[in-house]
Nanobody
């Protein structure tokens, strides 16, 4: 089992930055990739980005490239999602997940509870 807990969400103005955290615990040896996803009201869960647990390679959705960065803090088993230049379309619940290297949320077995990000214009 892998447990994931997100934090860091909030309400910000357009153009601001926000950093989300995902604390990872449990059988982290089985963790291969950590993904970030978002879900806006009435929409399906969408891919934001991922980081590979072994080599720290990353992959991002086109909509966030150049604005969002995923990184990992090794000793504390924490994954970060740094979000810059936020705009209203980024408003959603953000989830971290552990699974295979994929943009498809169904490929991820473990999920956090999500953290709300609201960007006001």
């Amino acid at each position: 089992q892998v447990q994931l807990v997100e934090s860091g969400g909030g309400v910000v103005l357009a153009g601001a930055s926000l950093r989300l955290l995902c604390a990872v615990s449990g059988r982290t040896s089985t963790t291969h990739n950590m993904g970030w996803f978002l879900q806006a009201p009435g929409k399906e869960r969408g891919f934001v980005g991922l980081i590979n647990w072994s080599d720290d390679s990353t992959d991002y959705a086109d909509s966030v490239k150049g604005r969002f960065t995923i990184s990992r803090y090794y000793t504390k088993n924490t994954v970060y999602l740094q979000m810059n230049s936020l705009h209203a379309d980024d408003t959603a619940v953000y989830y971290c997940a552990a699974g295979t290297r994929s943009h498809d949320p169904s490929e991820y077995r473990y999920w956090g509870q999500g953290t709300q990000v609201t960007v006001s214009s």
